[in-house]
């Protein structure tokens, strides 16, 4: 079964702090590859996403993310957080090589302090 | 509308009771997921429609829980005879498909409590 892995559940950064999120994914065909955020109170909404090309994707937020082909990885990186990156951060991918679902790693609770 | 859109955004029911759960894809979009996402946990996949394929619903706890799709559009989940553990926010997804751009764009969901 396809499946994403988050190693890090819960995350606490002091502010200005580097960030790194682990995410591998369980298949080695083609994928399109998702990061999503949810900040309090409020819904899901795409941070970046990989489908083909640079493998070095950068989203909103100063926030960026490597598709490591080979590693079946795609981490999320920020080089200097800020206090109101504290939210939940989602990986996920989709096997393009069938109509198959999105299928979402268990989240990444971020917590950035003052 | 410009989004997705879900309701009720709030329900609480007692236990035993049926509830069903509308959602309202962006026009056009012809896949849809229904995901639950409980405290402490991340998002459980419940079920999913790509076009007039027949839907994947390995997600689905149990057979109380069913979805169906009408006209390629709107889709409700219903859960019949509640439990507790049933409590949780249902999220509602869509995007274009999985052969074209396959973002998804998540409505607010819906807060179900069982009492």
């Known amino acids: 079964a396809q499946s994403v892995s988050q190693h890090n559940h819960h995350v606490i950064l002091s502010e200005a702090a580097s960030l790194e999120l682990g995410c591998n994914y369980s298949y080695g065909g083609t994928v399109n590859l998702f990061w999503y955020v949810q900040y309090p109170g409020q819904h899901l909404q795409l941070l970046l996403k990989?489908?083909?090309?640079?493998?070095l994707v950068k989203g909103i937020k100063g926030f960026e993310a490597e598709f490591i082909k080979s590693k079946f990885s795609f981490n999320l990186r920020k080089p200097s957080v800020q206090w109101s990156d504290t939210a939940e951060y989602f990986c996920?991918?989709?096997?393009?090589?069938?109509?198959?679902?999105?299928?979402f790693g268990t989240g990444t609770r971020l917590q950035v302090t003052l | 509308g410009a989004g997705v859109s879900q309701s009720p955004s709030n329900k609480v029911t007692e236990k035993g009771k049926d509830v069903e759960l509308r959602c309202d894809p962006i026009?056009?979009?012809?896949?849809l997921y229904w995901y639950r996402q409980s405290l402490g946990q991340g998002l459980e996949f419940l079920i999913y429609?790509?076009?007039?394929?027949?839907?994947?619903k390995s997600g689905l706890p149990s057979d109380r829980f069913s979805a169906e799709r009408t006209g390629g559009s709107v889709s409700t989940l219903t859960i019949q005879r509640t439990q507790q553990e049933d409590s949780a926010v249902y999220l509602c997804?869509?995007?274009?498909?999985?052969?074209?751009?396959?973002?998804?764009?998540f409505g607010q969901g819906t807060r179900l409590t069982v009492v």
């Open positions: 990989y489908f083909s090309g640079d493998p």
């Open positions: 996920a991918f989709l096997n393009t090589g069938t109509a198959s679902k999105l299928t």
């Open positions: 429609f790509q076009g007039n394929s027949a839907p994947d």
């Open positions: 026009s056009g979009h012809t896949a």
């Open positions: 997804a869509s995007s274009l498909g999985s052969t074209g751009n396959t973002e998804a764009f």
